[in-house]
């Protein structure tokens, strides 16, 4: 069993679908449309936990095939254990699921001081 939790989050807009192409988006998800609120303008997917084999990525690169071209991403967080969480961030073009990947780089500490609109807050 994998140890990384994954967590989905995005929403796509697109060129209105025909009842075809809707019909074939939803027959595309198969056991995966809970995870999908796929409308014919639209598609939004929320998700988190374990992803065995990488069922939604696979669910998206056939819905990239219906859509055609979309605006907006699908985010993917990786929380491996022990070390910082990567991303993939997934778009639609030209009938095509793309990704790009991603991490987090974290800058050294500092100290927080309050701003100047605390400071007023204090002395009234």
């Known amino acids: 069993m994998s140890a990384e939790m994954i967590e989905y989050s995005g929403y796509l807009s697109y060129a209105q679908l025909t ?13 995966r449309s809970d995870l999908f609120d796929v409308q014919p303008t639209w598609l939004e997917v929320e998700y988190a936990g374990r992803d065995h084999g990488r069922q939604l990525v696979a669910a998206l690169r056939t819905l990239a095939a219906v ?31 793309l990704r790009q990947r991603g991490h987090v780089v974290r800058e050294a500490f500092e100290e927080v001081e309050p701003a100047a609109s605390d400071r007023v807050h204090q002395v009234a």
């Not at 605006?71 to 967080?77: D, N």
């Not at 070390?83 to 997934?90: A, D, I, N, Q, V």
């Open 19 to 31: 009842a075809e192409q809707l019909a074939a988006a939803t027959e595309a998800l198969g056991n």
């Open 67 to 97: 859509i055609g071209d979309a605006k907006g991403e699908v985010v993917c967080e990786i929380d491996v254990e022990e070390t910082t969480p990567l991303f993939e961030f997934y778009s639609i073009q030209g009938g095509k699921l």
